[in-house]
């Protein structure tokens, strides 16, 4: 049996058969969260959060859709051997029944290390042989040029890390990639959503089935404070102004339309709901 402490959250959209499996998890500083946000007013923020330490602990989830054809995976987590902490996706797959020779659809929704981790076996090879990968065609054309991430308030080690990620894990799946641009339905009931800023090519989706809708935003925002203060963002955003036109577009269609949202980075299992808050917006998790 799953339970939701393990990381395994099994969900229903229409008649398609999800499970949210969290790969592992990771501390990150509120300052790589909110890297704009002036640091007297965040601690405050994070205080109201309860979050004392000025650390904050997200999940690294990838999604499982059953549609009844397809099984779809969308993002692999961060892969064995990366952090201590992670890792687990292919050990919690095998313990829902579900074999890496059965995903016949992985989505990539952007090209950073703990969204493609997982992407190759322990050989170099695809993790799931039988599976077409799918991107967006900016977001593999980035990380296959020579990506000048420079401007980016991260660390040295981390920016190079990023990169050595990307250059590992994304040219052995060649063969089995599929580009794709923008608004494309990638199966019935699930269409890719251009969702640039946070990287050029990152990818949203909206998953539909039986009159009911999941919005699956990635890295839109990192944490629920990235919605109650529209203003502030990651020091992981590629192009800031432009995660801000997209964090717009998706937060209010998300709300107008009260769809049920999974956020990557969000507490477990990520799902919940956007409600408008005067300018801005407000997590209500299910
Ligand atoms: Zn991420």
Redesign the pocket.
């Given at each position: 049996m799953s339970k939701m402490s393990d990381g395994v959250f099994p969900f229903q959209i229409g008649n398609f058969e999800c499970i949210a499996i969290n790969d592992g998890t990771f501390v990150y500083t509120g300052e790589s969260f909110f890297i704009n946000a002036p640091k007297k007013r965040m601690d405050q923020v994070l205080r109201e959060h309860n979050i004392q330490s000025g650390e904050i602990t997200t999940p690294w989830p990838s999604l499982f859709i059953n549609t009844g054809k397809h099984k779809v995976l969308v993002d692999t987590g961060a892969g064995a051997g990366t952090v201590p902490s992670a890792g687990k996706l292919l050990e919690k797959l095998k313990n829902e029944g579900i074999e890496v020779k059965d995903i016949d659809t992985v989505i990539l929704t952007h090209g950073?290390p703990?969204?493609i981790g997982g992407t190759l076996d322990t050989r170099g090879k695809p993790a799931f042989p039988n599976a077409r990968y799918v991107m967006l065609k900016d977001e593999w054309d980035f990380w296959m040029s020579e990506p000048n991430f420079m401007h980016l308030k991260l660390g040295d080690e981390l920016k190079q890390f990023i990169l050595m990620s990307a250059r590992k894990n994304l040219p052995p799946i060649q063969e089995q990639l599929v580009l794709i641009d923008h608004e494309t339905e990638i199966l019935p009931g699930i269409v890719a959503i251009a969702a640039p800023g946070h990287t050029p090519g990152h990818m949203a989706l909206a998953i539909s089935s039986g009159g009911e809708q999941l919005l699956h935003i990635s890295?839109t925002v990192l944490y629920p404070i990235h919605m109650e203060q529209p203003d502030w963002y990651p020091a992981f955003d590629f192009a800031p102004e432009q995660a801000s036109v997209t964090k717009h577009k998706l937060l209010n269609r998300a709300a107008a339309e009260k769809v049920m949202v999974f956020a990557?980075?969000f507490p477990f299992p990520c799902l919940g709901y956007v409600i408008e808050k005067g300018k801005a917006w407000q997590w209500q998790p299910i």
């Open positions: 950073h703990d969204h890295d990557f980075h």
